[in-house]
């Protein structure tokens, strides 16, 4: 089974052009790296809820758009190795994300498959 690292940020709506430009290059240095697969989504059908949501979850506001992110990989052996070279990248460096979303409402997590199709 693989192994699955997802991500939830909001994004301002004014920045997502940006946040794609990010996302694309991103995705390629994770994919040259090793991981398996790499996908961004813009939130089309997220409501806000009573109690819980995705918006909710990241204190999204009225201006901003969820985005639900996540890179597979063939184990958590892999994913780590994959991060260290990742992080490590020269094209990844740098606070230019920053301007980009607020990256202390992301939530992120590692996540073990256990029902692949």
Known sequence: MSYVDGFIVAVPKGNIEAYKDMARQAGDVWM????????????????????????????????????????????RAD????????????????????????GKRMIYGGFEAFLEK
């Open 79 to 102: 994913r780590d190795a994959i991060v260290a070279k990742v992080m490590a990248d020269p094209r990844l460096q740098g606070d230019a994300w920053k301007d980009v979303f607020d």
């Open 32 to 75: 040259e790296h090793g991981a398996l697969s790499y996908a961004e989504c813009l939130g089309d059908d997220v409501p806000y809820g009573e109690v819980t949501s995705f918006p909710r979850a990241v204190q999204a506001k009225d201006d901003e758009t969820v985005v639900f992110s996540w890179i597979v990989y063939k184990s």
